[in-house]
């Protein structure tokens, strides 16, 4: 067994108390751990350290021998022959580690006192349409879920009766027994760590205190939603085991893709097609509006593809807002087909009539490529 110091090993001051030696712990061994480590002698045997130095210094009476005599206080039989080499139980560190995470066990899909258990939370995908989006709705769904039982009230006892206190662990769920210095906790084997114990199970719910049915529930939808919006609905989840807290449902959204608009935040896009003729001349037509309006947009002339026109507060409601985005109507400019032979005669007499001023962007490109050739 190693001879550093405990304190060293742990890499904390003598005056740490229980929360700094649990923290460089929990730090430490998760770094050292062998299954991080895998094939690493130098790392496990650093986790033993690690361990053997916790061990003594988590337990007050173990850590005032240790700061009086060192190491010798567990030689010899020291101790009643339990020291730092028999190791923590493991269990005190996944407990540490998951109530870090998780609380005391009693939260979010935890176990409740008398056996009761939290019911799972549940998902429903809804996709709605992006008018939905826009104006908001209430919705209903109809899932199947799991519902406290009516005939025995979610205690999963045959009605006229109720579970009796596990005479194995007292209602507690868990049992003790001690191996030498340490006192070791492990889940009672009589009620499989529910503390109760039922002897006539309720015919409706087998014992669970649950059934499953469908139900039916109203889903209110704010205008302005995006797409991934997640909904919580607390306690319309899974009943939870033998009258235990229900769990909630997540509506997770998706919004339809639309034949007219695309959505970038608040803001929507549109294309529009637009004659040659009032792409040239200069005009104006009527774009929808997400709101089921019209609206009329101006276009000036010599318009060119791919010109946006900003209609502004024509956009989607911003979440608990009153504000709105704004519309683009993106100009796409259509060519002429199929035409007639007087169509054709006056597109060749424009032409012919036609200058570098009527295109500037043709004569520039072609002008910078005669350049370039040119000084090739």
């Not at 010798?72 to 039989?77: L, M, T, V």
């Not at 030498?180 to 014992?207: K, N, S, V, Y």
């Not at 549109?270 to 040659?276: H, L, S, V």
Request: aromatic share 8%; charged share 25%; net charge neutral.
């Amino acid at each position: 067994m190693s001879r550093t110091c405990f304190y060293e090993t742990l890499e904390v001051e003598r005056t740490a108390d229980d929360a700094e030696l649990k923290a460089a712990y929990r730090k430490a061994a998760m770094r050292w751990h062998p299954d991080r480590n895998p094939g690493d002698e130098a790392a496990e045997a650093r986790f033993k350290e690690l361990n053997a130095a916790y061990d003594c210094l988590k337990d007050p009476q173990k850590r005032a021998a240790y700061d009086r005599f060192g190491h010798a206080a567990f030689e010899n039989g020291g101790f009643g022959g339990a020291g730092p080499r028999g190791g923590p139980d493991m269990s005190d560190f996944m407990s540490d580690i998951f109530e870090s995470f998780f609380g005391d066990g009693r939260g979010r899909g935890g176990r409740a006192s008398g056996g009761r258990e939290r019911g799972a939370d549940l998902r429903y995908n809804m996709e709605i349409t992006l008018e939905d989006a826009y104006a908001g709705k209430t919705a209903q769904i109809r899932i199947p879920t799991s519902v406290t039982c009516e005939a025995c009230s979610g205690s999963g006892a045959k009605p006229g009766s109720k579970p009796r206190q596990c005479p194995t662990c007292g209602g507690a769920g868990k049992v003790r027994s001690s191996q030498g210095f340490f006192l070791m906790e492990r889940t009672c084997p009589g009620c499989h760590g529910r503390g109760q114990i039922i002897d006539d199970p309720c015919a409706d719910c087998a014992g669970a205190g649950r059934v499953t049915k469908e139900r039916t529930l109203e889903v209110a939808i704010p205008a302005g939603v995006e797409d991934g919006t997640r909904i919580r609905l607390g306690g319309e989840g899974e009943a939870g085991l033998r009258g235990g807290p229900t769990g909630d449902l997540y509506i997770f959204l998706s919004i339809a893709s639309h034949a007219l608009f695309q959505r970038d935040g608040a803001d929507l896009y549109c294309r529009a097609p637009i004659p040659m003729t009032t792409a040239a001349l200069g005009g104006s037509f009527e774009a929808p509006t997400i709101d089921g309006g019209r609206t009329r947009v101006k276009i000036p002339e010599g318009t060119q593809t791919g010109m946006q026109f900003r209609l502004k507060g024509k956009g989607m409601p911003i979440l608990r807002s009153k504000e709105f985005g704004d519309m683009y109507i993106q100009a796409t400019v259509e060519i002429p087909q199929r035409l007639t032979a007087r169509q054709r005669a006056l597109l060749e007499e424009f032409a012919a009539e036609a200058s570098e001023a009527n295109h500037p962007e043709t004569s520039g490109f072609f002008s910078r490529v005669k350049e370039f050739f040119g000084s090739a």
